[in-house]
């Protein structure tokens, strides 16, 4: 039998997955000759304890046998046991296919590419069952018997399977195309505790019977296929540079490999989408019994739960892939030579940033367990919270005293909004810029938002709009755009090509001027490249005029008097310059020159349909729409109707549109004195054309604003003072502005509504005001605190709040309990847990003399998952040290020339195996599936557990452990049980103890010896 703890077990199977999760493969080309490779890394939890004391040089074991005679000392028995058996295991089978085969791209295209395929299987599987027994009684001449009879009993089996297929697509330039994945995955956990307490005190006996307990299962399995937008050069690059980095671009036009500072390189794909379908189920059991709550003054069996549920879904999901910090960082300073398992040898160095494997493979699979998990896994989350909630809810009612229908009458259903799918969503997500229906039907084309704005200089406040309108559905197309970077985000943002050299450095980095140097080139939108010199320049470098911002306005005629009217409004019969200058009836300024003066025209002659000037000039059309907008009250009330508004890209039309992002605005001169309380309004309007063809409606969109201060219900509460006595607290307030005609009124009522205080509070050129009181009450009861908001002058209120709470004596303490503490307070305990206290200082004091940490024997060490430039993958992972010698050493990995495997301090017993035992190993553990299976359960014999506490003394027979039989013979013919320490010290099994117990008894024993130290200063 073999004891150890469970609290590293994270670690390992993590050390286990750094260790193995590594695809195999070729790539620079399509290999003359498929390769196939098997290799697995497996551990037994019997080593950890020897793995620890390696490193540590700290006997786990013999210190908690110290601790267990230092309780024996101090006059109270304390035996521990805990047995723990666990094995995890992880397989890799790797193989190529380069036969030619056809799969389709993104597009849809047919692509002939090769594959190679990573087959990994994994078994973890643990399973603990930990004991703590601990007892003290005293008895005293004419007094009955004071103690405590402690038995703790937990049992955890938790299991974790991986079968996961991935398969990676190449064509022949050994571009990567795309992947496919099958993935199945299964989570278990089994946790149970006990404790069974017998307290005697008094001539009184309690015995609790405490058992509580999760069961919980999730597997989830899901076949996915990812394909980028573009065939990537990543393996190809990473292969030829010693730094390669990998991002996704966001247009086509991005795509390619950039050069960066030192040599290091950038990839920029276009990183495609992953689609796939998913079953996923979910069990759990949750359960609670025992706990003497009718000795508390509740019902007995109040607090008993008991939780289960399956769940069990499945759908498909199509999802753009997602990746960050991918970075391929080569360390080629220490090239390495490995054997791979088959007798050849091949260069590899450490790619010092790389996950452990091909960190493609981990990109994809863990956007496909996000996707694949995230709508199940939320179901999961919620049932289960619903759960909880049902089953706790009524408990703590009861218990506090609340009343959860009372405190408020609000009802959040008032502002959901119905997306046109029938899904419900917070009202405030509406026309807010992000999705949040599913459908998308939150965000409309165009929308005008009602509100209200303060003249800086007057304070007046005037009703106004601002909404956003879909740009492309007008004709306008936003202008390109280049990477500018910000300080204050630390990331990227799209600055507009009409900002670029403009004289003016918007970007932080000075990247959007061409004199800073920074920026040398430009990459038009049909892929082509200029000089960054040229952009914005007025004239178009580019062939598809991508270099220069694009026209939003059109032409505009300017009067005399420096006013700019549409070109369309020149000789049109109506006067629209102010001295008349657009129509040739009433124009005084005379002809209309153009071609750079050289030639003169009628009036009559411009804008007439034909084209008298060569240059074109004497005709034109500008870029404009009309808008009329209104106002409402919400009731149908017309607060603004603003008709025949122009509407354009410049910044002088009545409203002005951002062709970038869609904004507009619009402020009026009505008046907005609103009432106090909540106002609402609703905000439409409806857009033409030049030539008044209907374009687009904006349908109402109401909003509710609220005006002057407001009941802050966060600071209006009722407590519980004791004694008959209430606090009561009241506050109102507004966050900036301040008012000198509203009162606050506070009433607290009992049940039959009759009145047991009042008061007010009167704002006096202030933003806030607050009330406190201490109330006398009859007794237990409902009481209510109601506030009201009231405009001087005015009956009704305009904001109200009511908050209630029922008072009830609290629960009672029963007479056994009391006499049990009284006697177990009254007794010797505190003594003991103050030597105890004593005895361990003593024990940790000698463990720091005595206590020596190994001589560490290695001065470097290196990460190194393995990239080999020949494959342009990653072949294996190795952790490597050094000694001060310069030795070279493998902690884990494989065989490395020049690297010795005979370690002078081993840190983990991992095996490594590869080729034949490693297939044949796989093979036999991808049928299993189950606890059983995975660990030699037959080795976790709860009966030797069961001898070594008998031998210690204790009563084992009604733990189901087995019969322990083992005691020791005095020379008088007497049977002594040995003390835990002595079973410990002779063969090596006990205690065994949780870090958790050991923390909670160390800390019990250190508080009742800090209360002694005090009591003696």
Request: aromatic share 10%.
């Given at each position: ?229 573009n065939p990537s050069p990543i393996y190809v690059t990473a292969a030829a ?727 020791e013979t005095t020379d008088e013919g007497e049977t002594t049980p040995p ?39």
């Open positions: 039998m073999s004891a150890m703890r469970r609290t590293p077990s994270c670690l390992l199977v993590t050390l286990l997955l750094v260790t193995a999760l590594s695809p195999i493969a070729s790539v620079q080309a399509v290999p003359d000759e498929a390769s196939e490779y098997y290799y697995g890394v497996e551990y037994d939890w019997s080593s950890l304890d020897s793995d620890v004391q390696n490193v540590t040089g700290l006997d786990i074991q013999e210190l908690f046998t110290e601790i267990m005679a230092d309780a024996d000392a101090a006059g109270f028995n304390l035996d521990i046991g805990q047995l723990t058996t666990g094995a995890s295991n992880i397989y890799v089978h790797q193989t190529e296919d380069i036969t030619p085969q056809t799969i389709q791209d993104l597009d849809g295209n047919d692509v002939q590419v090769w594959s190679r395929t990573s087959d990994v299987v994994l078994r973890h599987g643990l399973l603990s069952n930990a004991i703590i027994m601990t007892d003290w009684s005293e008895t005293t001449f004419g007094s009955s018997t004071t103690g405590f009879d402690i038995d703790v009993i937990a049992e955890a089996e938790n299991v974790l399977t991986v079968d996961m297929i991935y398969k990676e697509y190449l064509n022949d330039q050994s571009q990567l195309i795309g992947a496919d994945m099958d993935i199945d995955m299964t989570v278990g956990n089994d946790m149970n505790l006990g404790i069974d307490i017998t307290l005697e005190g008094d001539g009184e006996e309690l015995n609790v019977d405490f058992d509580t307990g999760m069961d919980f299962s999730y597997s989830i399995e899901s076949q996915a296929e990812w394909r980028l937008g540079n010693d730094r390669t980095l990998w991002g996704c671009a966001d247009e086509a036009t991005e795509v390619g490999v950039s050069d960066m500072d030192q040599g290091d390189k950038y990839v920029a794909d276009l990183c495609g989408m992953a689609d796939g379908s998913y079953i996923g189920s979910a069990d759990y059991n949750v359960y609670l019994t025992g706990l003497p709550m009718e000795e508390f003054g509740f019902d007995a069996g109040q607090f008993d739960i008991s939780i289960s549920d399956e769940l069990t879904s499945e759908g498909d999901y199509e999802n753009s892939i997602s990746m960050e910090d991918v970075e391929f960082n080569m360390n080629a300073e220490r090239p390495l030579e490995v054997d791979l398992g088959d007798g050849a040898t091949i260069d590899v160095m450490a790619c010092e940033t790389c996950p452990p494997g091909n960190p493609v493979m981990f990109i994809m699979m863990g956007n496909v367990l996000v996707h694949a998990s995230q709508s199940f896994g939320q179901a999961v989350a919620d049932d289960f919270q619903a759960e909880i909630e049902d089953s706790f809810g009524e408990i703590i009612e009861n218990w506090f005293g609340l009343n959860e229908d009372g405190n408020s009458d609000y009802d959040d259903s008032e502002d959901m909004y119905a997306c046109d799918s029938g899904e419900m969503i917070s009202s405030s997500s509406v026309n807010d810029g992000n999705q949040d229906c599913m459908d998308g039907s939150d965000e409309w084309d165009f929308y005008l938002r009602p509100s209200t704005t303060q003249d800086w200089q007057s304070g007046d406040e005037y009703y106004d709009f601002s909404g956003n309108i879909d740009v492309t559905s007008l004709g306008l197309e936003p202008n390109p755009t280049v990477d500018c970077f910000s300080n204050w985000s630390e990331d990227y943002y799209d600055l507009s090509i009409e900002q670029v050299n403009n004289g003016y450095s918007n970007c932080d980095d000075d990247s959007d001027e061409f004199d800073s140097g920074v920026t040398t080139t430009y990459v038009c939108l049909d892929g082509s490249t200029i000089s960054f010199e040229f952009v914005n320049d007025g004239t178009e470098d580019c062939s598809d005029g991508s270099d220069e911002p694009n026209d939003h306005e059109g032409d505009w005629f300017m009067c005399e008097n420096y006013d700019q009217i549409p070109w369309q409004y020149i000789n049109d019969g109506t006067q629209h310059c102010e001295d008349g200058d657009d129509e040739h009836e009433t124009r005084q300024s005379g002809n209309f020159y153009c071609d750079d003066y050289t030639t003169s025209l009628d009036f009559t002659l411009v804008n007439d349909g034909t084209a008298e000037c060569a240059d074109g000039k004497d005709e034109g059309e500008a870029i404009f729409f009309m808008m009329d907008a209104y106002m409402t009250d919400g009731e149908g009330g017309v607060l603004v109707s603003a008709d025949d508004l122009m509407v354009c890209a410049r910044w002088d039309c009545d409203v002005t549109i951002s062709v970038d992002s869609g904004h507009l605005s619009y402020g009026t001169e009505v008046d907005a004195t609103l009432p106090y309380g909540t106002s609402t309004m609703c905000a439409g309007a409806t857009l033409y054309a030049d030539d008044g063809a209907l374009l687009m409606t904006a349908d109402d969109f109401c909003k509710s604003m609220w005006t002057g201060p407001e009941i802050r219900e966060w600071e209006s509460r009722l407590s519980d003072n004791g004694d008959n006595v209430l606090n009561v607290s009241a506050g109102a307030g507004h966050w900036s502005d301040q008012f000198n005609d509203v009162t606050m009124h506070w009433t607290v009522t009992d049940a039959d509504n009759a009145i047991l205080d009042q008061g007010s509070e009167l704002f006096m050129d202030e933003s806030s005001v607050s009330a406190s009181a201490l109330i006398d009450i009859p007794g237990e009861g409902e009481y209510c605190l109601d506030i009201e908001l009231v405009e001087n002058g005015e009956a009704d209120a305009f904001d109200t709040h009511r908050t209630c709470m029922t008072v009830e004596n609290g629960p009672q303490v029963s007479e056994r309990m009391e006499k049990i503490g009284g006697a177990l307070a009254e007794s010797g305990l505190q003594n003991v847990f103050e030597r105890f206290a004593s005895n361990l200082n003593t024990t940790f004091q000698e463990l720091d003399e005595d206590y020596e940490v190994p001589v560490f024997p290695y001065t470097d060490g290196m990460w190194a998952p393995l990239w080999s430039n020949e494959h342009a993958t990653i072949v294996g992972v190795g952790v490597y040290a050094w000694d001060e010698d310069g030795s070279a050493y493998v902690i884990a990995g494989p065989e490395t020339v020049g690297y010795s495997q005979d370690l002078p301090m081993t840190f983990t017993s991992i095996r490594y195996i590869t080729g034949v035992p490693a297939q044949e190993a796989q093979a036999e553990m991808a049928e299993f599936d189950d606890l059983e299976d995975i660990v030699d359960v037959e080795n976790h014999d709860l009966s030797e557990l069961a001898d070594d506490l008998e031998a210690a003394g204790a009563d084992t027979s009604d733990l189901g452990l087995g019969d322990g039989t083992t005691d003390t835990a320490e002595e079973v410990a010290e002779d063969s090596g099994l006990l205690p065994f103890v949780s870090p958790l117990t050991v923390m909670a008894m160390i800390g019990l024993a250190a508080l009742a010896g800090n209360r002694r130290g005090s009591e003696n200063e």
